[in-house]
C-alpha cells in the first residue's frame, strides 16, 4: 500500500506560498529550485525515495547528531521479520496512538547500515529527504495522537 499519494522514485514539484501582501499591481515573483526566501514563492522538485510501497517495515527512533553528522535510526531489531535493511531503504515516519508524527512523512533513505556484535541490531545512517542546510522557517504541523484526543460526544 505504501505512502499515499507519492509514486516512489518520481520527483514532484512543490510549490510554496507567502503570507507577504503585495502591492497593487505586484506580482509575486517566480523562484527557482533554491534557497526559500521569506515573501518570495518557490519551486523546489522533491524527489520520493524509491520502495516506498513497501507495506511492512521495522521501526526504530530517529536520533539527530547535530550539524555535522547524519542522523541515526537506532532500537533496531537485530533479528528482522521482514527482511534485511539495506542501503537506499526509505526511512518514514510510522505514527501511531502515542507518536507526536503522523505517520507516512518521508524522511530520507538508509546510507549507511553499521552492523553491530551479538543481539544488537543495527544503526542507520539516513541521508534525509529535505535540504535542512537554507531551513529559516518552519510551518508547525498541528498534530494530536489519538490517546490525546478529547471524545466528541
Known amino acids: ?8 522514485g518520481s ?7 507567502t503570507t507577504t501582501s503585495l502591492a497593487p499591481g ?13 515573501g518570495q514563492s518557490t519551486k523546489s522538485p522533491i524527489t520520493v525515495p524509491d520502495g516506498l510501497d ?12 547535530g550539524l555535522s553528522k547524519k542522523p541515526i535510526v537506532r532500537f533496531v ?3 528482522t521479520r521482514f527482511g534485511g535493511v539495506s542501503k537506499g531503504s526509505p526511512i518514514i515516519s ?3 496512538a502515542t507518536s507526536l508524527a503522523p505517520p507516512d512523512i518521508v524522511i ?3 546510507s549507511k547500515v553499521i552492523k553491530r556484535p551479538g543481539t544488537l541490531g543495527p544503526i542507520l545512517e539516513v541521508s534525509l529527504a529535505a535540504n535542512l542546510d537554507n531551513l529559516n522557517f518552519v510551518r508547525i ?7 490525546e484526543r478529547i471524545p466528541t460526544p
Do not use: D, I, M, W
Open 11 to 17: 520527483t514532484v514539484a512543490v510549490a510554496a506560498t
Open 1 to 8: 500500500t505504501g505512502v499515499p499519494g507519492f509514486t516512489p
Open 77 to 79: 531489531e537485530n533479528q
Open 141 to 147: 504541523l498541528l498534530y494530536q495522537p489519538s490517546t
Open 26 to 38: 505586484e506580482s509575486v515573483p517566480t523562484g527557482t529550485a533554491g534557497p526559500n526566501r521569506p
Open 94 to 96: 510510522a505514527g501511531g
Open 108 to 110: 530520507g533513505t538508509v
Open 54 to 65: 513497501v507495506p511492512l517495515r521495522e521501526t526504530g527512533a530517529l536520533e539527530g547528531r
